[in-house]
Structure formats: C-alpha cells, structure tokens
C-alpha cells in the first residue's frame, strides 16, 4: 500500500507467520489504519496448515505474499521477506502485534531527525494490562540482551532516549545500516535473533531511539509459549552464540566471571525450578558444536566495532541487577 507522496521515504512492513490466522486481522488492520501511508507489507508463510496466506490474499489483496516450502524460523522467514523489500526503512512485525495509528509516522520522523539513527524502538505493552513489555534493549556485563521497561506501568519511559536496542516485535531499522552489519543470522531460527542484531549495531557504532509515544501492543510469546520446549532449546543455545560472536575478547576475558554466574543462574531456573532438563541441555550442547561457524563470522564482526572500550563498560547493565530483577519477575 503505497502514497503517491515520492518524497515521503518507503517503508517495508515484514509480518513472518506460522498458523497465525487467527492473529492477523487485528495485526493487519492496525496498518490499514497508519497516518503515514507509504509503506509496503510483505507477509512471509512459515508453511502454516491453517489457509493463513489464502486468507491474507482474498481480505487484503495490497500485502505481498511469499509462501515457504519449510518453517524457516523468525530469522529465515524475515531473511526471505528482506530480500524482496525495497523500502529504505524496515519494519519488523510479529503477527501476534498491532501498532497505534501514528506508529510509521513517529518512527519515520525519528529516523529522519540524525542519519545516525540506525533503529528506532517502540514502547511495547503488553496487550490487555497496563504493563510494558520492552521499550528497548540493554546489555549485562554478562553481555545478555535485556528488556528495558519490562512489567513496569505504561505510564513510565515518556521520553525519547537512546537505548541500546530494539525488541524485534515491532522495531524500524535503516535500511543502510543492515548493509553495513548485516540482517539477521539465519542460524538462530528464533530467539536472540534481535539481540545479535542489536549488539552488532551498538558495536559499530549506530543509534538506537527510543519513540515514546509510538505504541505497540504485543501479545507475548502467543507463538511458541514463555517456557515451552522450543523456546528453552532456542534461549539457551542462541545467547551462548551471542556472546561468542560479538562481544571483543578483552572485555570477554574481563567479565567472564559475570557470564560464569549467568550460566549458572540459567541452570537453577530452566533445570532445577522448571524442570526443562532436556531442552536445557540440547540447546548447549548444539551451542557447543555451533562455536566454530560462531567463530568464523566472528572475523568479520570484530573488524566491525567502533565503540571504543570505555564506551561499552559505562552501557552495561551490572549482572547482579539484572538477576535480581528476573528473581523479582519469576522469569529467566
């Protein structure tokens, strides 16, 4: 759905889905519904049963469809909807979100205002409480991804700030940006594949914008569950690749008794309080044999930083704040 205002930046909108028909009106509507109106949707199949793409195709026959063969995961998916986009900013959008009616507008204004910017986040709630789910990223001196404004009231973050990621939910890259560091990593599938993304733009030294009043509306983890095994297996194998692909060996010498006592911690939860032995432990043992592709891309990563050591250390979120946070949450 494109304007005929040509000097109003194109925007393409990736929705990845797997069986999710029941989630894509309201996903699909909140678009239709935009101030800003230059935009492209393109909707990637995930070999769903549930007729989702016939239906996308007969009620709302503007959005691009490409129907895949196998589940390519979030990461493949949003690769192949990647390929065929042409807009200079990138939306990412999972199909269990919906966006306010000023979402492309505010994040299209904000990524003009600095060509420094190379993403902006949203102020994610939780659909149906007054709780956030994520206004952006920080890193631990453990180098995890963590939610900023997680379960905190929707009245809290109302400023724009710079943070050091976005949630993928409902985030706008520039498209320049991923050309100088790269989409995401197809070899994540899902989860972490936002936080790899994320770290490698803060390393090189890209903005991201915090856009306090563009809201989105997530209902969390309606895909594959909080806890469920897919979830676990994909957690606890990505984060370990995270780490070893990113974060520059000094400070991964300096801070590993910090990642020591992550590890830890991530097994009393997932091993001991919910009793995910088996996902648990095939996803280090995959993480394990993944270490030399891990270390392979990680040359080209390296070669990419641009923060310089004191940069990163004065971001980092110290790990005993951030365990006592997910003690205080229940959550891993």
Known sequence: MTSLLKSSPLVSIIIVNWNGLHLLDACISS???????????ILVDNSSHDNSVAYV??????VITESLDTNRGFTGGNIVGYRISRGDFIVLLNNDACLCDRWLELMVDAMESDPRI????????????????SVGD???????????????????????????????????YRRSMLQDIGFLD??????????????????????????????????????????????????TRNNV?????????????????????????????????????????????D?????????????????????????????LVPITSYLLKRVKNGVA
């Open 31 to 41: 678009l239709l519904a935009q101030t800003y109106k230059n935009f492209e949707v």
């Open 57 to 62: 195709n007969q009620a709302y026959p503007f």
């Open 118 to 133: 190379g993403s902006c986040s949203a102020k994610i709630l939780i659909e149906g409480t007054d709780l956030i789910d």
């Open 138 to 172: 920080v890193f631990t001196t453990a180098f995890t991804g963590t939610k900023l404004g997680e379960h905190q009231n929707t009245n809290c973050y109302n400023e724009p700030v710079y943070v050091s990621g976005a949630c993928a939910a409902a985030v706008m």
């Open 186 to 235: 197809n070899d994540f599938f899902l989860n972490h594949e936002d936080t790899d993304l994320n770290m490698r733009s803060w390393l090189a030294g890209w903005k991201c914008l915090f856009v306090p009043d563009a809201v989105a509306f997530h209902k969390v983890s309606a895909s594959i569950g909080t806890l469920s095994d897919t979830a676990v297996y994909y957690f």
């Open 241 to 285: 690749w995270v780490w070893i692909k990113n974060v520059p060996f000094l400070l991964m010498l300096k801070y590993l008794p910090h990642r020591v006592v992550y590890e830890i911690s991530l097994f009393v939860f997932f091993c001991i309080m919910q009793k995910k032995w088996k996902p648990y432990l095939r996803g280090k043992r």
């Open 287 to 315: 993480a394990l044999l993944g270490v030399p592709a891990m270390l392979n891309k990680r040359k080209q990563i390296q070669g990419l930083v641009r923060l310089h050591t004191d940069e990163i250390e004065k971001s």
